[in-house]
């Protein structure tokens, strides 16, 4: 069997999807982290988020209850 020119740890594809980002569409380099992004307001993060931290601290206790009563510890 013939090696392989391909690498196994997925760098080729990072470096091609890199390059493809940082090719404007008339060929220039571009900046792709140099636009505009999408940003959101710390507060409104923590708001979008406070459900699943809530759900996570719930289930973690539910773990350690069903652990407890299974194993007596």
């Known amino acids: 069997m013939a ?7 997925g760098r080729c594809s990072m470096t091609s ?3 493809a ?3 404007g ?5 571009r ?3 140099g636009d505009a992004r999408i940003e959101v307001p ?3 993060l923590r708001r979008a988020a406070a459900p699943q931290v809530l759900l996570g601290r719930a289930k973690r206790r539910i ?7 299974t194993y007596g510890r």
Not at 3 to 9: G, V
Not at 25 to 29: E, H, L, N, W
Not at 63 to 69: E, V, Y
């Open 3 to 9: 090696p392989k020119d391909t690498e196994a740890c």
């Open 17 to 19: 999807v890199v390059s």
């Open 21 to 23: 980002a940082s090719e």
């Open 25 to 29: 569409d008339d060929g220039s380099d």
């Open 31 to 33: 900046d792709p982290f």
């Open 42 to 44: 710390e507060d409104r």
């Open 63 to 69: 773990d350690q209850l069903a652990t407890k009563i």
